[in-house]
């Protein structure tokens, strides 16, 4: 090491799996980090995953040891329900605005759950993509952390809001809180904001958000996870009839010049990790993936080739051109053309998984000046960088794995920024 | 150190509703004569947080507070690295998930406050590890490819010292025989650059590099790594901090695909024969140096192919979309079929199959059956899966196989070794296959002077990589870290980051190290075995058994622990049968003690008693989760995390039973091809010696049903209640220990 | 329905000859679009008269890279596209399939290939229609295009189609009663009229 002597923190943008890898790599090699995340908790979208591919295994295991590692190391601080507002000044001497949203929860909260017994308004579950409901007095979900309530604001101002402050025993409800801004000096900044679903209801033809039973492939994962909203069983939303015969819809969105150009990499794997989810819940379950080309690269294709062999799964090529519903039974009618036998596609289903790709979250004008986006609106890291680096998916649609690599070098990219002066 | 505990009780979250406080208050002073013992209402306050400090400033060292799980306040609780705290959790597993004011909630909450005051007792503060020798900062580079030569420069920038090692007499790797890159943003081709990239690394003051040189030894361990290396015959030593080996792929061997015409027609080529013609200037036939109109590219050649390589090589349609490019700009006129099982171009790089469409490739789906010449042309026969029909494309110049990658470790053939005695499938001399993973068989690239091998150890088709998802750069030798694509097939751009990130850990495992502490997965822990050398019987089984290889052997097999290799697992403490391996704040006798801590009701009292030794990443937080969220399980089971239940001692079990405990359960991770277990094989090892202890206790005429493994992942909470009541169930069968009361 | 899989299958494997796509992507009106085809089928299943067709658009695309010329070019598919745009508007590789399917349809009728017998029955019928409304009407075209082949066909056809008709007459999808003339119908045909005599009459 050169001098050993760092003082400049690194200000990392987003707690999910990039942002918290990023951050704790730099922290374990000495640096201080500041992690600022706009959920009320950390960890990002894996959390909401049931299953990683193509081990088949729990997010939270990997997430629990990255929050160990934040707990014992006095390096990262961080913060919750925070958003970057603003940056000056230059590589190594940046001033930054952290825009704090009230929780009106403050850090006395031991999570006992008494505000929540009697809170009686119930919200949509951001966390289950509002498939079900939660007390506006909440834990965000049971891996949260840091493990601490969150009150919803539709309750803020209400003679219930003033109930629920006064069941807490430990004062920790604080219903005058506000929205506040924090200056704070950063030497560098790792954008890890991360990605959104692509907003599939711009796909017209394909019903999403006015069928029922047409989901995206991340609200999937909330079915399938034994601690969602309908306790693992693939339920479809009209009727809560569990589904058995489901379509997975491949690039619904990605590589589609009216949409995302770019392939979003991970929704073939994506998919046939989810059809295996739907192989588990009932030995009449079946699954149809409807694709251009399967893209299961390096030993991912292990994975593939174990799906493939399950007899329950198809594999038909063909992008869908049409999803239309019957308003009888809520059952979707899927249109394509099997390209591989030249035969017109009109299949029924219980259930439609759209594919959707990844579209980055989006980086603010003022942050321009010191990052360069390509013609996709991710994250370019070369030489022109001045003090900002991407990591994760804001720099290319990428699985876990892949984000954790790149998270890691941006880490090292920012620890050159503030050892050069 | 002289110890002065003092113990704090919450009554916050319920626990006070649960528990008889004043009775729990008594116990400490009544059986170890504790004196400092406090109630609070809430300890996490500051007011609560002001109590304990002010003990502390009279003296209190061993801070034991019975309140929430560790898993929360952790940062309220920290009161300096030199105090030990030890939390109880009477929340999460007990007042949450347990009936109020009731005999067997409070005789759980006495034994868990016993356990606590026993292992605060039994702890001392870790000294962070620091070896006599001096410690070496700087990173060795292996390979001097584009992903070597990143990771230096990288490391460099950082303002690290880098010894980068290549075999060849000039850096560059594999690009400096292509003519172009196709890179981010996947646009056209770009210049490779290597050379450029050469030139920088030669020119950097911080990189040292040895050209035709090969490592010849590495022996010690992070910051200690001593090296030879050789170079044009003489023999040059070098201390490094840590390792990232960047040693690259070959290319799959084409003479195993006669089928796809290479080696029956000269004008079947492979991608890597195609780059260097173009490299050298002009594409041609080389059966006659004539002219390529038409040529014709198999993609997956030996790639997802279970008789050749049964995975995806990754660049390889990206490749051939960069060498049609190459021949269309050689000649406009030339018609390029490309015949592909999947266009795999992953992200932005679709943008280069946009490209090549654009520029009037023909693509192809399908498969092809035959390969053959006519007439001084070639011909390819298959099916087209689009078409439909079968098709035979005549009049090719050239054919390109696109091979995959094979990563450089892997050896040529299968490794043998001598079969044990009537083992069945050795062959006539008595050896046997096995697979190619333990770091004995990969080609010599490190030659480490390790007891477990010379190399990385590999996953699957010999790739020396991670086996986690969520820690890509963790392979099975500490501060040895793998770059690019030796570490499973990717494309140049991806090797460039991969590289970066590596370096990053590299730097990362030097840090840590010089400050004694542990790298991942217990990042920051000072703690380390001490081998209590007297009492050791060369058995050699932690030396076998370490996931990490950190335990080197002399001639005589006593162990010869390498402190900054180990990850502080206890891996090696479970597995010694003398118990001579112990931590300053995690032993055999600390968990033995908090065994014996346990109060086990008369047999006519009808209260079972069980122990649960439970891995303290997973199981212990599904418990906590379970708690969360009110569920509830058997009173009558006591839970021990442990750092890994490869770290379970058998002589814990003998404790348990010996004590009249009725039965043990052990909780862990998956093992098997997919383990989830933190150390490798922690869990796995657990389970393997613990069927051994079946056999132990049918001799002794207890039944084996008392003790129980259980694999269990962090999400499956829910299942946990059911797990351990069904447990139960089996020990209520089975009736009481008959060595109670001994 | 036209089974595909029948249709232009050659006595021995087909032989690609990229002549055949140096033509159409240098001749045909659009033509050089079809390279960016990555053959996913969106646009066969997008197109209402599918049915009809002996190859869908994305086969089209595939035979033309295979260099069955005259396959495509005396294909009814060519000649049936009725402009809806669906295939156009969904493509992702935003190939202009209306217009690459129109430019096929001109480029096959000046190399000589008239339409066959019912592909130009449907297309005077349209036309007739046209010039009579000024639209099309979906139960009198179908009518008239099943009748024109004489009275039997004409019966048997329309019975295969009736459930369709049913369900989307009950779907508010086709009107019962007949279509009127377009307002202005008689511009209309000046228009038709003075297009038609300046050639660019389409198939």
């Known amino acids: 090491m050169g001098d050993g002597k760092i003082t400049q923190t690194i200000l990392v943008v987003?707690?999910?799996?990039?942002?918290?890898?990023?951050?704790?790599?730099?922290?374990?090699?000495?640096?201080?980090?500041?992690?600022?995340?706009?959920?009320?908790?950390?960890?990002?979208?894996?959390?909401?995953?049931?299953?990683?591919?193509?081990?088949l295994c729990p997010p939270n295991c990997g997430l629990e040891i990255n929050f160990k590692r934040i707990r014992s190391n006095p390096r990262i601080r961080f913060f919750t329900m925070a958003q970057l507002a603003g940056v000056s000044g230059s590589p190594g001497d940046f001033e930054v605005q952290i825009k704090i949203s009230p929780r009106y929860v403050n850090e006395r909260c031991t999570c006992c759950g008494e505000c929540a017994k009697v809170c009686e308004t119930e919200i949509p579950n951001p966390f289950n993509f509002g498939l079900d409901k939660i007390k506006a007095a909440y834990l965000p979900h049971e891996f949260a952390f840091p493990m601490r309530y969150v009150i919803d604001p539709s309750i803020v101002g209400t003679e219930e809001g003033k109930r629920v402050a006064e069941a807490c025993s430990y004062g920790a409800i604080d219903l005058g809180m506000k929205e506040e801004t924090l200056t704070l000096k950063a030497g560098t900044i790792i954008w890890a904001a991360g990605w959104e679903p692509y907003e599939a209801s711009k796909i017209e033809y394909y019903g999403f958000g006015v069928y029922p039973n047409v989901i995206n492939n991340i609200m999937m994962e909330r079915l399938a996870s034994p601690v969602g909203p309908t306790g693992g069983k693939i339920l479809r939303p009209s009727d809560k009839k569990e589904a058995k015969r489901v379509a997975f819809v491949q690039c619904a969105g990605s590589r589609d010049e009216n949409h995302l150009a770019y392939c979003s990499s991970i929704c073939c794997l994506a998919s046939l990790k989810q059809a295996n989810y739907l192989m588990e819940t009932s030995p009449e379950a079946a699954a149809t993936i409807f694709f251009i080309d399967i893209r299961a690269m390096d030993r991912l294709e292990d994975f593939y080739t174990m799906i493939k062999a399950n007899d329950r799964i198809r594999f038909i090529k063909s992008k869908i051109a049409m999803i239309t519903e019957d308003e009888a039974t809520h059952d979707l009618l899927v249109e394509g053309e099997n390209t591989q036998t030249g035969e017109q596609v009109r299949e029924r289903f219980d259930l439609v998984v759209l594919a959707t790709g990844m579209a980055p979250n989006k980086v603010p004008e003022w942050l321009l000046p010191y990052v360069g986006l390509d013609e996709y609106g991710f994250v370019i890291n070369n030489g022109s960088n001045k003090g900002v680096f991407g990591a994760g998916c804001v720099r290319r649609p990428s699985d876990v794995a892949t984000s954790v690599q790149d998270s890691t070098a941006a880490a090292l990219k920012a620890i050159q920024t503030i050892v050069r002066r | 150190m002289s110890k002065k505990v003092g113990v704090y009780i919450c009554k916050g979250c319920g626990i006070g509703d649960s528990l008889d406080i004043e009775k729990l208050a008594g116990l400490p002073e009544e059986e170890y004569s504790i004196d400092t013992v406090k109630i609070h209402e809430a300890f996490c306050t500051k007011e609560g947080v002001d109590l304990i400090k002010d003990d502390i400033a009279n003296g209190v060292n061993a801070v034991v507070i019975a309140a929430c799980s560790p898993r929360v306040n952790y940062d309220v609780f920290d009161f300096g690295v030199d105090k030990i705290v030890e939390r109880v959790n009477l929340r999460e597993q007990v007042a949450w998930s347990h009936a109020p004011k009731d005999e067997d909630t409070q005789m759980l909450a006495e034994d868990n406050l016993r356990m606590g005051i026993?292992?605060?007792?039994?702890?001392?503060?870790?000294?962070?590890?620091?070896?006599?020798?001096?410690?070496?900062?700087?990173?060795?580079?292996?390979?001097?490819?584009?992903?070597?030569?990143?990771?230096?420069?990288?490391?460099?920038?950082?303002?690290?010292?880098?010894?980068?090692?290549?075999?060849?007499?000039?850096?560059?790797?594999?690009?400096?025989?292509?003519?172009q890159r196709v890179t981010f943003p996947y646009k056209e081709l770009t210049p490779t650059g290597i050379e450029d990239m050469a030139a920088e690394v030669s020119a950097n003051p911080n990189i040292k590099v040895y050209t035709s040189a090969k490592v010849d030894e590495i022996s010690g361990g992070p910051c200690l790594f001593n090296l030879k290396i050789s170079q044009n015959g003489t023999q040059i030593t070098e201390k490094v901090g840590s390792i990232i080996?960047?040693?690259?792929?070959?290319?799959?061997?084409?003479?195993?695909?006669?089928?796809?015409?290479?080696?029956?027609?000269?004008?079947?080529?492979?991608?890597?024969?195609?780059?260097?013609?173009?490299?050298?200037?002009?594409?041609?036939?080389?059966?006659?140096?004539?002219?390529?109109?038409?040529?014709?590219?198999?993609?997956?050649?030996?790639?997802?192919?279970?008789?050749?390589?049964?995975?995806?090589?990754?660049?390889?349609?990206?490749v051939s979309l960069k060498q049609a490019t190459y021949l269309k700009e050689q000649d406009p006129e030339a018609v390029s079929y490309i015949l592909y099982k999947d266009m795999r171009t992953i992200a932005q790089a679709e943008d280069f199959y946009r490209k090549a469409q654009r520029d009037g490739n023909i693509f192809i789906r399908g498969s092809v059956e035959a390969v053959g010449d006519?007439?001084?042309?070639?011909?390819?026969?298959?099916?087209?899966?689009?078409?439909?029909?079968?098709?035979?494309?005549?009049?090719?110049?050239?054919?390109?196989?696109?091979?995959?990658?094979?990563?450089?470790?892997?050896?040529?053939?299968?490794?043998?070794?001598?079969?044990?005695?009537?083992?069945?499938?050795?062959?006539?001399?008595?050896?046997?296959?096995?697979?190619?993973?333990?770091?004995?068989?990969?080609?010599?690239?490190?030659?480490?002077?390790?007891?477990?091998?010379?190399?990385?150890?590999?996953?699957?088709?010999?790739f020396p990589d991670s086996h986690f998802i969520c820690f890509p750069y963790e392979t099975r030798r500490t501060g040895i870290y793998t770059a690019g694509c030796i570490r499973r097939p990717m494309e140049s751009y991806q090797a460039e980051e991969d590289a970066v990130?590596?370096?990053?850990?590299?730097?990362?495992?030097?840090?840590?190290?010089?400050?004694?502490?542990?790298?991942?997965?217990?990042?920051?822990?000072?703690?380390?075995?001490?081998?209590?050398?007297?009492?050791?019987?060369?058995?050699?089984?932690?030396?076998?058994?370490?996931?990490?290889?950190?335990?080197?052997?002399?001639?005589?097999?006593?162990?010869?622990?390498?402190?900054?290799r180990c990850r502080r697992c206890g891996v090696c403490m479970g597995a010694c049968p003398e118990r001579i391996i112990s931590f300053k704040n995690y032993s055999v006798p600390m968990i033995g003690d908090m065994i014996k801590a346990i109060h086990v009701p008369e047999e006519d009292e009808g209260k079972p008693r069980v122990v649960a030794l439970i891995c303290e990443n997973d199981a212990y937080p599904a418990l906590d989760m379970a708690g969360i969220k009110r569920m509830s399980w058997s009173p009558y089971i006591r839970f021990i995390p442990v750092r890994c239940l490869g770290s379970v001692n058998l002589v814990w079990i003998a404790d348990s039973l010996s004590r009249g405990i009725d039965g043990i359960i052990l909780l862990g991770c998956r093992h098997g091809d997919d383990y989830q277990c933190h150390f490798i094989k922690g869990s796995e090892l657990a389970n393997v010696r613990l069927s051994k202890v079946a056999e132990t206790l049918q001799r002794l005429a207890l039944e084996s049903d008392r003790v129980r493994y259980v694999e269990i992942g962090i999400a499956d909470y829910h299942k946990l209640p059911g797990i351990l009541d069904d447990f139960m169930k089996v020990i209520e069968n089975v009736g009481p220990n008959p060595y109670k009361g001994w | 329905m036209a089974d595909p899989k029948k249709k232009g299958k050659a006595e021995g494997p087909v032989s690609y000859d990229p002549s055949f796509s140096k033509e159409v992507f240098e001749k045909v009106d659009y033509g050089e679009k079809i390279k960016m085809c990555m053959q996913c089928g969106v646009c066969a299943a997008s197109c209402p008269l599918s049915m009809v067709m002996d190859y869908s658009p994305r086969k089209i695309f595939a035979l033309i890279r295979a260099g069955k010329r005259s396959e495509v070019l005396s294909s009814k598919a060519i000649m049936l596209c009725t402009?809806?745009?669906?295939?156009?508007?969904?493509?992702?590789?935003?190939?202009?399939?209306?217009?690459?399917?129109?430019?096929?349809?001109?480029?096959?009728?000046?190399?000589?290939?008239?339409?066959?017998?019912?592909?130009?029955?449907?297309?005077?019928?349209?036309?007739?229609?046209?010039?009579?409304?000024?639209r099309i009407d979906e139960k009198d075209l179908p009518r008239r295009y099943f009748f024109s082949k004489g009275i039997i066909p004409g019966i048997k056809k329309s019975m295969e189609l009736a459930d369709m008709g049913i369900v989307l007459m009950l779907h508010k999808r086709m009107k019962l009663l007949p279509e009127r003339s377009v307002k202005g119908i008689k511009e209309l045909r000046k228009m038709l009229e003075k297009a038609s005599a300046m050639g660019n009459g389409g198939a």
């Open chain 2, 374 to 462: 006519e007439g001084g042309k070639l011909y390819v026969a298959g099916y087209d899966e689009l078409l439909g029909e079968k098709i035979k494309i005549e009049g090719i110049d050239l054919v390109v196989l696109a091979v995959g990658m094979v990563p450089a470790s892997k050896p040529e053939a299968v490794p043998k070794i001598k079969a044990p005695e009537g083992a069945p499938g050795a062959d006539s001399e008595g050896m046997i296959e096995v697979a190619a993973d333990s770091g004995f068989f990969a080609n010599r690239t490190l030659n480490l002077l390790y007891r477990q091998g010379p190399e990385l150890p590999t996953l699957r088709y010999g």
């Open chain 3, 83 to 134: 402009s809806c745009y669906s295939c156009k508007v969904r493509c992702p590789r935003k190939v202009p399939v209306v217009d690459v399917m129109h430019g096929l349809a001109n480029y096959a009728l000046k190399q000589g290939y008239v339409p066959r017998e019912e592909t130009a029955l449907f297309g005077r019928e349209f036309w007739k229609q046209i010039l009579r409304l000024g």
């Open chain 2, 245 to 318: 080996q960047a040693t690259g792929w070959v290319p799959y061997d084409a003479k195993k695909l006669p089928h796809l015409g290479y080696g029956r027609f000269k004008d079947v080529v492979t991608n890597v024969e195609f780059e260097e013609m173009a490299k050298e200037g002009k594409i041609r036939r080389p059966s006659d140096g004539g002219e390529v109109k038409t040529a014709l590219f198999i993609q997956c050649a030996g790639s997802r192919d279970p008789e050749h390589l049964p995975y995806c090589s990754s660049v390889c349609c990206l």
């Open chain 1, 14 to 55: 987003g707690g999910g799996i990039s942002g918290l890898t990023a951050a704790l790599e730099a922290a374990e090699a000495g640096h201080e980090v500041i992690i600022v995340e706009k959920n009320p908790y950390l960890g990002g979208k894996v959390t909401q995953l049931y299953q990683y591919f193509p081990k």
């Open chain 2, 501 to 564: 990130g590596a370096a990053m850990k590299a730097i990362q495992c030097i840090e840590l190290t010089m400050r004694g502490m542990a790298v991942h997965p217990r990042a920051g822990d000072m703690s380390y075995p001490e081998f209590f050398m007297q009492r050791c019987t060369q058995c050699k089984r932690c030396t076998e058994e370490c996931p990490f290889g950190a335990i080197n052997e002399d001639e005589k097999a006593n162990p010869l622990p390498q402190p900054t």
């Open chain 2, 118 to 179: 026993v292992k605060a007792n039994a702890s001392e503060p870790p000294v962070p590890f620091k070896a006599e020798e001096d410690y070496s900062g700087k990173l060795l580079v292996v390979g001097g490819g584009l992903a070597g030569m990143t990771a230096a420069l990288e490391a460099a920038k950082a303002g690290y010292e880098v010894i980068l090692v290549e075999k060849e007499a000039k850096l560059g790797g594999f690009l400096n025989k292509c003519k």
